[in-house]
């Protein structure tokens, strides 16, 4: 059981470039959602999905897309990435039972140059 | 307005001793959760307790419990029998209705030989 698997685990882009970050969880859970972690602070939501076609924004949406095809993946999209983006980035699960706790990926980290 | 208030950027405690980091939340969802997360110098996210806001009681896993006050919309965490290996930045999250996180600025606690 792999739990949340995120890849790569670090990437450095030039201004402009455009990657996916992957996310994969093998666990079955509904909830999905990406959050972003600048240094010494807390984590910010970037985007979320409820189940698999749905998906909604979060606090920092702005230059990332999101698509959930299916339960298992919910990548990543930089569009064109910039200095800004430069963070720690982490997807995370849960199963729909509003009770537990969501499971966190071990993160990606992202500089852009 | 912060959904999630942290007031401590940083605590230290000695061995042996118990700790309260502090946690106040804003939210008018009658339905959420509160969540407490630590993350350890390695970066990984680690889930430590859950308190729904229906509960009638404190949460409590191991040397880890939650006091809160809904009256006062606090979630302490409450640290007992601190080990040095819980020196980690702690993270307050809140769940509104079937909403993702919103995280805390979190606070860094030191563990004192």
């Known amino acids: 059981n792999a739990g949340v698997t995120q890849t790569p685990k670090f990437q450095v882009l030039k201004t402009g470039q455009s990657m996916t970050l992957q996310c994969a969880q093998d666990m079955n859970h509904e909830y999905m959602s990406w959050y972003r972690q600048d240094p010494g602070m807390g984590l910010r939501l970037i985007h979320y999905s409820v189940g698999a076609g749905i998906t909604d924004q979060g606090e920092v949406p702005n230059g990332y897309n999101v698509s959930r095809s299916t339960t298992e993946d919910f990548p990543l999209r930089l569009l064109s990435a910039a200095p800004s983006q430069t963070s720690v980035y982490f997807c995370?699960?849960?199963?729909?039972?509003?009770?537990?706790?969501?499971?966190f990926g071990s993160g990606t980290r992202l500089t852009v140059v | 307005a912060q959904k999630i208030t942290q007031t401590q950027p940083g605590m230290f405690v000695q061995e042996k001793e118990a700790v309260t980091l502090d946690c106040t939340y804003d939210?008018?969802?009658?339905?959420?959760?509160l969540f407490w997360y630590k993350q350890p110098s390695s970066g990984e996210m680690i889930f430590l307790i859950y308190q729904g806001s229906y509960d009638q009681q404190n949460a409590t896993e191991g040397r880890y419990s939650l006091n809160f006050q809904k009256a006062r919309k606090s979630a302490n965490l409450v640290i007992s029998a601190s080990q040095l290996g819980d020196s980690a930045m702690y993270f307050c999250?809140?769940?509104?209705?079937?909403?993702?996180?919103?995280f805390g600025s979190g606070t860094r606690l030191q563990v004192q030989p």
């Open positions: 995370a699960s849960r199963p729909g039972d509003l009770n537990y706790g969501y499971t």
């Open positions: 939210t008018s969802d009658p339905s959420y959760g």
């Open positions: 999250a809140m769940r509104e209705d079937r909403r993702a996180l919103t």
